[in-house]
């Protein structure tokens, strides 16, 4: 059987995935674009030798990225989700219908291209009246913006390596802030909590000094190595913890119990920002 | 560099660890019995091409199986625990004061004197004079059994297949029922959420034909494929979310709020049973 190697950066384990068939090589100016087919978890997304997503699975990663946001907010209208080519958070965000206008901010136009011919399940809303596709650096698009319009901004980027790393500055989170509305929520994956631990305690940091509340949840992920998925939260005034609005939408995983439960207990978090988690 | 590729059953995608030294490679009765060092797990102890346990993050594993359970009951004095010949749950045990007798029942004394050679700190507990080491098929010992005076059952088997299969039968929840004091807890891996769903489910409904309460949580482990990983847990009524005395020991991970945070919510639990978690 052919296996395919992952290369994930910082992970002690390597993942390997038996392929069925190779429906996908190219490099794009910014990565190297490949689409392999699984036996178990179907198509899957692959960047520069990294899985971003599987058929199977990719709904817990979107919804959890998307929808905890969504639900601490009472009114969500518009959004701008950086990164996420493949569409799967616009998707989710798009199932609010609260949603006016979504900014979707993906640096690399071949991973949308791409994306809707193998995922058109994924990339389904993307061709939504309300979506307004901006192929630019995400960094560049928040910090030209004057206006504090924005409810929710959702980072979904590769691994913070290489291009990814401007998504995760103070200035750029400085701008973030401005971008938002008073009631605004910013979210951004951070790596996991087995694997990555400094990194995540390093961009909770990094929050802290330009936001009021900063937090963090988690949702088990089965091919991002870790597992453990960190997602870093961070607002002028709300908390995230709370939801805001009954689930109205059709999930697979999220749910109000879950995005309680997906939150860092308070003893954990405390111990893990005072890094004596001894792991 | 030097890579061992694992063999985790029913596993869809293949976990691959560099290797910097084969410590140990040897072939007992039951399986073959390997420990090698990996830069950043430290020591893996390895069983038929299934990694058991690493220094770095065996604690998860080991206290989530044997702490919810003893903080669940008032006062656990004597705990059977089957399997786990590395000593890792012997050793969570003895740290409750409470505990005056451990049955510790191993079919494969070769993982006992390997781990006690290899991994010093996770069988310190093998020699306390409370715990009785019985080399013998955990099963038997439960079915013959005629007593029902134990406090806590533990199983800490490897994957449930070749010979650990006679842990989880009809006919073995049974024996384990009427071993229990009335108050009594019973507890067992079973497998990962992502991976192992049928299975997950199936042991639920086996327990629910023997016993009045059965629940599942879950812990995250990194070096388990499928890392959503779960635990059976059955009483004859008394329910394990809630903690009947206050955190006395030393842990890295396990407390109170991981307790009752660890337990599957009420809607994806239901949801889970009734299989219309689609995944």
Same mark, same amino acid.
């Given at each position: 059987?052919?296996?395919?190697?992952?290369?994930?950066?910082?992970?002690?384990?390597?993942?390997?995935?038996?392929?069925?068939?190779?429906?996908?090589?190219?490099?794009?100016?910014?990565?190297?674009?490949?689409?392999?087919?699984?036996?178990?978890?179907?198509?899957?997304?692959?960047?520069?030798?990294?899985?971003?997503?599987?058929?199977?699975?990719?709904?817990?990663?979107?919804?959890?990225?998307?929808?905890?946001?969504?639900?601490?907010?009472?009114?969500?209208?518009?959004?701008?989700?950086?990164?996420?080519? +493949?569409? *799967?958070?616009?998707?989710?965000?798009?199932?609010?219908?609260?949603?006016? @206008?979504?900014?979707?901010? &993906? %640096?690399? /136009?071949?991973?949308?291209?791409?994306?809707?011919?193998?995922?058109?399940?994924?990339?389904?809303?993307?061709?939504?009246?309300?979506?307004?596709?901006?192929?630019?650096?995400?960094?560049?698009?928040?910090?030209?913006?004057?206006?504090?319009?924005?409810?929710?901004?959702?980072?979904?980027?590769?691994?913070?390596?290489?291009?990814?790393?401007?998504?995760?500055?103070?200035?750029?989170?400085?701008?973030?802030?401005?971008?938002?509305? +008073?009631? *605004?929520?910013?979210?951004?994956?951070?790596?996991?909590?087995?694997?990555? @631990?400094?990194?995540?305690? &390093? %961009?909770? /940091?990094?929050?802290?000094?330009?936001?009021?509340?900063?937090?963090?949840?988690?949702?088990?992920?089965?091919?991002?190595?870790?597992?453990?998925?960190?997602?870093?939260?961070?607002?002028?005034?709300?908390?995230?913890?709370?939801?805001?609005?009954?689930?109205?939408?059709?999930?697979?995983?999220?749910?109000?119990?879950?995005?309680?439960?997906?939150?860092?207990?308070?003893?954990?978090?405390?111990?893990?920002?005072?890094?004596?988690?001894?792991?």
């Amino acid at each position: 059987m052919v296996k395919f190697f992952e290369k994930a950066p910082y992970a002690p384990v390597e993942y390997a995935y038996d392929v069925e068939e190779i429906l996908y090589k190219g490099k794009s100016k910014f990565q190297e674009i490949l689409v392999i087919r699984n036996e178990y978890f179907g198509k899957m997304l692959i960047l520069d030798d990294v899985v971003q997503l599987t058929e199977r699975d990719e709904f817990f990663y979107h919804e959890m990225l998307t929808h905890v946001v969504m639900h601490a907010l009472q009114h969500p209208k518009k959004i701008i989700v950086i990164g996420g080519g +493949d569409g *799967g958070v616009v998707r989710e965000v798009l199932k609010h219908k609260t949603v006016e @206008k979504v900014f979707f901010v &993906e %640096i690399d /136009e071949e991973v949308i291209n791409i994306s809707r011919r193998f995922f058109p399940a994924v990339s389904s809303g993307v061709e939504d009246p309300r979506v307004e596709i901006k192929i630019m650096d995400g960094a560049e698009f928040i910090t030209k913006r004057k206006t504090s319009d924005i409810d929710a901004i959702i980072i979904d980027s590769t691994d913070i390596i290489g291009f990814a790393r401007s998504l995760f500055t103070d200035e750029f989170f400085v701008s973030v802030k401005k971008c938002l509305t +008073d009631e *605004g929520m910013f979210v951004t994956h951070t790596e996991s909590i087995h694997f990555h @631990k400094d990194m995540v305690i &390093e %961009i909770q /940091e990094m929050l802290k000094k330009v936001f009021p509340v900063v937090d963090l949840y988690t949702a088990p992920i089965a091919t991002y190595p870790g597992n453990w998925w960190a997602f870093a939260v961070a607002s002028k005034k709300l908390s995230p913890r709370e939801t805001r609005r009954k689930l109205e939408i059709s999930t697979k995983y999220y749910d109000e119990e879950i995005h309680r439960q997906a939150f860092l207990t308070g003893r954990l978090y405390e111990r893990l920002m005072q890094r004596k988690l001894e792991w």
